[in-house]
Every structure is written in C-alpha cells, then in structure tokens.
C-alpha cells in the first residue's frame, strides 16, 4: 500500500494529462449513475483520482465527499475548484480505515477504476455496505482480472509494483465481485461490460433496504 501510494503522487500530473481511453464507456457509466441520482443526495467517492468525475455530478446532487489516498491528487481535485468550481464538492485526502465516516449517511458510494487498487476487496465491499444508506446504491467500474489472460501475468504485474513501475493490483473475478456484494446486502442491477475491455465491470448495486 505505501509503495501504491507514492506511485499515484508521483503519478498524479500525468494522470491529470491522460486522455479518457475510453469515452463511450465513460460517457455511458457517467449517464447510467446520473439516472439514479436525486438533488438530495449525498454521495461518496473514494479513489476519487483528480475528481473530475465529482465535479461533473455535483449539479445533480445535494452533497459530494470525494475522497482519494493521494494528496497528489486530491491538491489537483481541489485546484480544480478554485475560480467557480461547485461549491457542494468536498475533496479530502484518506482511505475508508483513516476516515472517520458515519453508518448508513450516504445515499450512493462511488468507486471507479479503484477496487482491484485496493487489498481485499470483500473487506472494502463491507465498509461500503456499511456507510451506504438502505436503498441507496453502489456503483462502481472494476478490472475484474482473475479469470483473463492478465491472469497469468500475475506475477509480472506484482514484479513492476514490487518495482514501483505499476501500482499493485489485485485479481478477483467479477462473480467474487458480485458475490461479495450480494453477501454484504446489495442487489446487483446491472453488471455489464460497456468498455472495449471485457475485464472493466460496470456494477450498480442497490442496497437492500
Ligand atoms: C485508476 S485511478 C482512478 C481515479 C478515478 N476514480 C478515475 O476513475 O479516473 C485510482 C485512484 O485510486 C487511488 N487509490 C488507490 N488505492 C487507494 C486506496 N487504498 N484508498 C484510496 N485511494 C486509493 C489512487 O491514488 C488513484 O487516484
């Protein structure tokens, strides 16, 4: 974990640079999470990244805690903001175990292109479950790797983290996804492919009330 983390500071201006690699599947994910939110709302983000897809949302939204473990990025989120941002967007440096989050207080919990980042996915699923209201939502975009050919390369992949070339990643199937969600109390809605990559899941999980 502290080797990932200096890699994502080191990181974070060139990510800030990255084109979309994918912008229909972006465009997709963005418009599917849209049509569950109401101004009410308050949502959560973690591995919030340069928070762009924060401030998108904010307008349909009561309230957004995005939240990511690099201060590389959260200072870039939070440029972001600077001259006119919206002002319901809150960017804050931690990972769920440093943040002080209350039960059931939040209305959907987004995490994109961040669970296979984090060790042990089935225990950041009962951390969500835990800070997401009933009946509120889940929604999340997660390389699910274990059965791929990437798979294999497993050992490649921890070398280059091991290395501080690659962040570490880790390899679950989306079944150990949509099972780990289902254990901890959330229906899954959709759990779909939109991207060019047949690895990348689109999960909305609803949780049950
Ligand atoms: C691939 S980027 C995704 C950023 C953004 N969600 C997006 O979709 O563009 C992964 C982000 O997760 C953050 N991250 C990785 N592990 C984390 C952890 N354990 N807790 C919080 N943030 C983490 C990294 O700093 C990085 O900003």
New binding site residues.
Partial sequence: ?AQ??VF??LF?KT?SKQKISDQKAYEYKLQKTRALMKPTDHVF??????G??AIYHAEKVKSIHA????KG?IEIANSKLENGGPENVKFQV???DSLNLEANSYDMVLG???LH???NMSATIEKIAQITKPGGYFIG?TACLKPTGMYKFKWLFDGLAFLGIL?KVYFFSSEELASALEENGFTIIENSTPGSGPEVRFTIAQKNS
């Fill in positions: 974990m990932s983390v994502w500071n974070s990510y983000e973690f591995g919030c990244g340069t762009s897809t939240t990511d473990y690099a990025m931690g990972t769920f994109l292109n961040i980042l984090i060790p975009s962040p």
